[in-house]
């Protein structure tokens, strides 16, 4: 409970949507420039090069979120299969490093948000971190969550035989 209310939900109803608009407007921007038919087709490619990069980076970052859900919600019903914890786990890096990567260019530009918006920023994301790290070290052994795990029945003694 505690990893969705703190880790899951600011981050999904705060950024999900403003990450899609942001990716809607980059996937309209290389549109445009894929049909401006005045520049040669190669500079057209290379102009487009950078929002298909941002669109690549939000297109990460929603699956990450979507498989940080699927990891939390249904750990145990993905944890014994491989391929789908194999996707997860692909999916749950993929969205650790776009987020990452955005704090890592929020500190290194021009611009720092300053101590409020940093604090913004790692209330956001520290969440879904540090929540990802945990999923992805159980996925990775295999295990169920610790909270989650059935109690097994006590060992029969050999007088209740």
Same mark, same amino acid.
């Given at each position: ?42 500079? /057209?490619?290379?102009?487009? %090069? !950078?929002?298909?990069? $941002?669109?690549?980076?939000? @297109?990460?970052?929603? *699956?990450?979120?979507? =498989? ?41 530009? /021009?611009?720092?948000?300053? %101590? !409020?918006?940093?604090? $913004?920023?790692?209330?956001? @994301?520290?969440?879904? *971190?540090?929540?990802? =790290? ?28």
């Amino acid at each position: 409970m505690l990893e969705v209310a703190l880790g899951l939900l600011p981050a999904t109803v705060v950024l999900l949507p403003l990450l899609m608009a942001g990716a809607g407007g980059s996937a309209i921007a290389v549109l445009a420039i894929l049909a401006d038919g005045a520049k040669p087709f190669s500079m /057209r490619l290379t102009t487009a %090069l !950078l929002p298909v990069g $941002i669109v690549l980076w939000v @297109l990460s970052a929603a *699956l990450g979120m979507l =498989a940080l859900w699927i990891s939390v919600l249904g750990h145990e019903t993905v944890a014994h299969q491989l391929r789908v914890r194999v996707g997860l786990v692909a999916c749950l890096l993929g969205g650790s490093v776009a987020a990452i990567l955005w704090l890592y260019v929020m500190g290194a530009g /021009r611009g720092s948000p300053g %101590l !409020l918006g940093w604090a $913004i920023w790692i209330g956001l @994301l520290g969440g879904p *971190l540090i929540v990802s =790290a945990r999923h992805l070290v159980l996925l990775l052994m295999n295990q169920r969550t610790p909270a989650r795990q059935a109690v097994d029945a006590p060992p029969k003694s050999a007088a209740d035989s």
